[in-house]
């Protein structure tokens, strides 16, 4: 399935987010590493620490496992709402300000 998802971020983890975003650990995590990479590509900062993105699933409860094992560590006030496909949303790119922010550091 295909959700739409809201949540909010603590930007004092953010550093620590990216970092594994980027280093491999969360792409070779199976079975959804991959698809937590490319959500937070696609995800876009739409009101101060707010981003919102669209991801695929196949838990039965909406991102059951990506929350245990990764989102819950830097995301909080998570909402989620079930769509036919994945969407854009209006907004700086959270990948780009993390990397902005991050990156050499």
């Known amino acids: 399935m295909f959700y739409s998802v809201k949540a909010k971020y603590n930007e004092e983890e953010m550093g620590q ?3 594994k975003l980027t280093d491999g650990t969360i792409q070779n995590q199976k079975p959804d590493g991959y698809e937590i990479v490319n959500s937070m590509k696609r995800a ?3 009101t101060p620490k707010t981003i919102q993105w669209s991801e695929m ?3 039965p409860t909406p991102l ?3 929350r245990q094992t990764v989102y819950d560590n830097f995301l909080i006030d998570f909402q989620t709402q079930t769509i036919d496909d994945y969407i854009e ?3 700086q790119s959270f990948f780009d300000f993390l990397e902005k922010k991050f990156k050499n550091k």
């Open 17 to 19: 987010f990216y970092q």
């Open 44 to 46: 876009k900062i739409t």
């Open 57 to 59: 699933c196949f838990c």
């Open 64 to 66: 059951k496992h990506e």
């Open 89 to 91: 949303f209006n907004g």
